[in-house]
Every structure is written in C-alpha cells, then in structure tokens.
T-cell receptor, first 116, second 112 residues
Framework: AQSVAQPEDQVNVAEGNPLTVKCTYSVSGNPYLFWYVQYPNRGLQFLLK????DNLVKGSYGFEAEFNKSQTSFHLKKPSALVSDSALYFC??????????????WGLGTSLAVNP | AAGVIQSPRHLIKEKRETATLKCYPI?????VYWYQQGPGQDPQFLIS???????DKGSIPDRFSAQQFSDYHSELNMSSLELGDSALYFC???????????FGPGTRLTVT
C-alpha cells in the first residue's frame, strides 16, 4: 500500500542554521514526490517535486530536496533557515503505476519553527 | 499569475443544513480535486474530476456530492451537515499531464 511518513511532528531550528524536514515513502512503482508548505489559515503552496532525473531537486524560497531511492526518502532541506519559513510542511507521493488514480498520498505534516 | 479561487472563504451553517462550496480552477486547468482538512490533520482526499468526469473518489461521505461544469469550475454540495464536517475544504487544480496540484486558499466551514 502507498504511504508517506513524516517522522517528526515538529522541527525547531535557529535562524541561519540549516534545516531538514524528513519524509519517507512506500509505493509499488516509481514515486512522484512533492513538498507543500502551509502557512496558518492558508492553502497549501507547492514547493517542489521529483519525477525523474537529478536526485537533488531545487524549489521555491531556497528549498531543495534529495531523492534517495535506496532509503525511500525525500527529505526537504534549506541551507539557512528564516523565521518566515515557520509553517507546516507536507510531503506527498503519487505512484507512477497509479494509472487513472490521480490522488496524492499525504504525510501528516511537520511543523517547522525557526527561532530568531 | 491566476490562482485557484474558492468561494466562499468562510461559511457558518447549522446542523442538518446544506452548503455549496465553489471552486474555480486556474485557467486552462482541466482537473479539479477536493480535499478536507480537519484541525491539525493532513488533507483528506474527497473526490476529483478530469474533463468534467469523476476521475477518482476518496473518503467523500454519501451526504456530499460534487460535479465539474462545462467551464471547468466545480461545486461541492454538502447536505445534512454534521458537527464533524467542520473543517477547511480545499480545491486544487492541475492541467492534464502536469501532476502538480495547485491549491486554492480554502473554505473554512463551521457547523454549529
């Protein structure tokens, strides 16, 4: 069965430090992987995706994510965190073999708090 | 750039009432998805439409129905509302072969 795990409910980092938000997945075929960010009382904003190709994907707002097939992971990273990065981050996956089943499978979210 | 538009942004209804949520996808997008997000929860997929046909169905209650119209906008109709239906309802859209879903700002439904 398809699934996504975000093992950390909350991540705290100091401003200027690097941040990592973890995500692991399970699909039967090749994964399509996504990160979205949600600010309080706002919709989900697309950050980046991995379909194929380079394992390091660069996205919006200086975020990047590294696809690791052997570890079935897609961790979100940023070299230097900003207080404005504080938000809820969701990892999602779609199975390449899903055919017409177009729905995303979501992780439970990780709350990122960047302290000044 | 134009984004997904949802209306209303906030809605307060009483138990057993009905509600209709509207979603206007990004221009030229042909696929619409509906999600329900409870407090502190991940989005729960409800239903999706591609080219005005239902393409996938998730955890949508039988009390709810949805459709996509000829102009690609979509409406989620909710009847016999229950307190547990209080949530954020998101619509997302995508263009056919693009697998990225772009989300609207959501409608916050409160059932009292």
């Amino acid at each position: 069965a398809q699934s996504v795990a975000q093992p950390e409910d909350q991540v705290n980092v100091a401003e200027g430090n690097p941040l990592t938000v973890k995500c692991t997945y399970s699909v039967s075929g090749n994964p399509y992987l996504f990160w979205y960010v949600q600010y309080p009382n706002r919709g989900l904003q697309f950050l980046l995706k991995y379909i194929t190709g380079d394992n390091l994907v660069k996205g919006s707002y200086g975020f990047e994510a590294e696809f690791n097939k052997s570890q079935t992971s897609f961790h979100l990273k940023k070299p230097s965190a900003l207080v404005s990065d504080s938000a809820l981050y969701f990892c999602a996956v779609r199975d390449e073999n899903a055919g017409n089943n177009r729905k995303l499978i979501w992780g439970l979210g990780t709350s990122l708090a960047v302290n000044p | 750039a134009a984004g997904v538009i949802q209306s209303p942004r906030h809605l307060i209804k009483e138990k057993r009432e009905t509600a209709t949520l509207k979603c206007y996808p990004i221009p030229r997008h042909d696929t619409v998805y509906w999600y329900q997000q409870g407090p502190g929860q991940d989005p729960q997929f409800l239903i999706s439409f591609y080219e005005k046909m239902q393409s996938d169905k998730g955890s949508i209650p039988d009390r709810f129905s949805a459709q996509q119209f000829s102009d690609y906008h979509s409406e989620l109709n909710m009847s016999s509302l229950e307190l547990g239906d209080s949530a954020l309802y998101f619509c997302a859209s995508s263009l056919g072969g693009d697998i990225v879903e772009y989300f609207g700002p959501g409608t916050r439904l409160t059932v009292t």
